[in-house]
């Protein structure tokens, strides 16, 4: 998209939310991985603006911490300016709050910070037809099923647009129209300047309504209305009901995308993938799987059912089996994981490694070739290639205070239920008994066997078979 230089857009994230019945600012209700808030960010972006402003209100200062935060990491190089609606008395004072920065640009686009459905093709088409229409004003319009709490388009007998009516001031005939405001809009900037300053309060709140700027301008330029195809588009949240909602439109969009691009989604309607997450070609994906954050998987890979993976690197031609969880960790290629394994922050697994049912990692590498196979706890551990670990086996890597890591040399076979007592050292190529404990370093290609003398006592009287 060409980059637009004479155009600001302003994101409205000033409401409280009431009706989410939450402490977190509305804005700020995540849908698949983002705020709402990044969603309208990432889609004003991606018409290379000069500037977005956003409006923020209700816990102003919480709001702005957390986009300005994250701001690089949501992709957004657009210089960001804020505004505060010190009284939260509607759409038309939320833009009047922002006029300082208005005042600079020739073309004002304005969206919701509560509508994360927008696809930047969607606004930029409307972009270009309030530029070819040279209109003063443009309105994007959504037909709903029912619309009972929108504004209804009224249009001329021509088919121009008219007004917009607040559905609390609709009639009889207004109320039937499907026809209604999704709450996006572009504005000539002078135009709307001039018009901010006619509103006056209106309906039983008294609040200022921006849809009342489009009568305004309609008076000297043009004012057009924008339809959208997908009235989904446009959907905004204001309950928990319509954050699942969103969230769910969302998912399918994102798993449709995945499966055009060669990713096999066994059942997309159960299956959670965040945006941003990146899976290659031939992978397939189990229902139930959630997939989060800043995640990699690449191609042929086989991810099995009820499976969480958070902040992961995966490679090619891995398999992570039932009930796996995967958390900030790093996968080689030809892995194999689980079923009912935990990959914590920190895990490292270089090629051919294994780490099977019910055990754990966490801040360890496991060297190529390895394997943890089964009830396995390994922490802080430096592990090389080609090594066994027998089941039970755990590295007692905490005294209470501090951390401490175990290293294991490549080759070695470890012997099921030893205790590693960090911090300690095990050379290549040893073999270690079966129920050792080890506390002191075992040389290269030793046999080390760390156990008390089995003793049998038998009771008198008593005659064993």
């Avoid at 957390?66 to 833009?95: R, Y």
């Avoid at 057009?224 to 997908?230: G, K, R, S, T, W």
């Avoid at 008390?452 to 038998?458: D, F, K, S, T, Y």
Wanted: glycine content about 10%.
């Amino acid at each position: 998209m060409v980059a637009q230089n004479n155009l600001c857009v302003l994101i409205l994230a000033a409401g409280k939310g009431t009706r989410m019945k939450s402490s977190l600012p509305k804005p700020l209700h995540p849908v698949c991985g983002l705020p709402m808030v990044a969603h309208s960010l990432r889609a004003a972006q991606a018409l290379r603006p000069a500037a977005i402003g956003i409006v923020v209100g209700h816990e102003a200062p919480k709001v702005i911490e957390e986009i300005t935060t994250h701001l690089e990491k949501w992709g957004i190089t657009a210089p960001v300016v804020f505004a505060e609606q010190k009284e939260l008395n509607g759409s038309g004072g939320a833009v009047r709050a922002a006029l300082p920065l208005l005042q600079k640009f020739e073309t004002i686009m304005v969206l919701n910070g509560d509508a994360p459905l927008i696809r930047p093709e969607s606004l930029q088409e409307m972009y270009q037809d309030f530029t070819a229409k040279h209109a003063g004003a443009s309105v994007l319009s959504i037909e709903v099923p029912n619309p009972t709490g929108y504004g209804r388009i009224v249009r001329e007998n021509d088919g121009s647009f008219a007004r917009i009516v607040e559905d609390a001031d609709t009639d009889e005939k207004t109320r039937a129209i499907k026809e209604v405001n999704g709450g996006m809009y572009v504005f000539n900037g002078p135009a709307l300047v001039a018009a901010l300053g006619k509103l006056t309060p209106q309906g039983p709140k008294h609040e200022f309504y921006l849809t009342d700027t489009l009568s305004f301008i309609k008076e000297n330029q043009p004012a057009i209305v924008y339809p959208l195809a997908d009235f989904e588009e446009a959907l905004g949240v204001n309950s928990r009901l319509e954050l699942a909602q969103a969230e769910a439109i969302m998912r399918l969009r994102i798993n449709a995308k995945f499966m055009a691009d060669g990713v096999r989604i066994v059942r997309p309607e159960a299956t959670y993938i965040d945006e941003g997450v990146q899976i290659g070609a031939d992978t397939t994906i189990f229902p139930d799987t959630y997939i989060e954050g800043n995640t990699t998987i690449g191609s042929n890979c086989l991810i099995e059912g009820n499976v969480m993976i958070r902040n992961c690197q995966i490679a090619d031609h891995v398999t992570i089996r039932m009930g796996s969880y995967c958390d900030d960790s790093m996968v080689a290629q030809t892995c194999e994981i689980g079923p009912y394994a935990r990959l914590r922050p920190g895990a490292e697994l270089k090629a051919k490694a294994k780490v099977g049912n019910f055990s754990e990692v966490k801040k360890s590498v496991i060297g190529e070739g390895s394997k943890v196979n089964h009830l396995t706890y390994i922490g802080d551990t430096d592990m090389g290639a080609g090594v066994n670990i027998g089941a039970g086996t755990i590295t007692c890597n905490y005294d209470g205070a501090k951390k401490h890591r175990t290293i294991i040399g490549d080759h070695c076979f470890i012997g099921s239920n030893t205790n590693f007592v960090a911090p300690v050292e095990v050379k290549p190529y040893c073999r270690i008994g079966a129920g050792s404990t080890i506390t002191k370093e075992v040389p290269q290609d030793s046999l080390a066997i760390a156990r008390a003398r089995q003793v049998v006592l038998e009771k008198k009287g008593v005659k064993h078979d």
